[in-house]
């Protein structure tokens, strides 16, 4: 079965840094895209970055354009999202999630990791 397990969220002060990992397993890793969210307290959940299969093309919300980056270890079946200069508003709980297509879209994914808390407050 496809499962994605998304981690390192935590507490930072607004202009750090954090690195998230989504690991996946029960596919082809390396074909399928993977895309990273987030949702806010209070907000529609929103797509942050997303990275497509085989030849790793990236899209970036324009909130997070020069400040976040995504890459993927194919011998670890691993994403990235790493994150600096964090601001407050990018507080919320981050999901990675996989469609089993090869290409980004901005349509409905089906398949969702757990999710990790990111804080950005002094």
């Known amino acids: 079965d496809v499962q994605l397990q998304a981690s390192g969220g935590g507490l930072v002060e607004p202009g750090g840094s954090l690195k998230l990992s989504c690991v996946a397993s029960?596919?082809?890793?390396?074909?399928?895209?993977i895309k990273w969210f987030r949702q806010a307290p209070g907000k529609e959940r929103e797509g942050v970055s997303c990275?497509?299969?085989?030849?790793?093309?990236?899209f970036y919300e324009n909130s997070v354009k020069g400040r976040f980056t995504i890459y993927r270890d194919n011998a670890k079946s691993t994403v990235y999202l790493q994150m600096d200069n964090l601001k407050p508003e990018d507080t919320a709980v981050y999901y990675c999630?996989?469609?089993?297509?090869?290409?980004?879209?901005?349509?409905?994914?089906?398949?969702w990791g757990q999710g990790t808390l990111v804080t950005v407050s002094s």
């Open positions: 999630a996989t469609d089993l297509w090869r290409q980004c879209h901005r349509l409905d994914y089906a398949y």
């Open positions: 029960g596919f082809n890793f390396d074909d399928y895209a």
């Open positions: 990275i497509s299969g085989r030849d790793g093309g990236a």
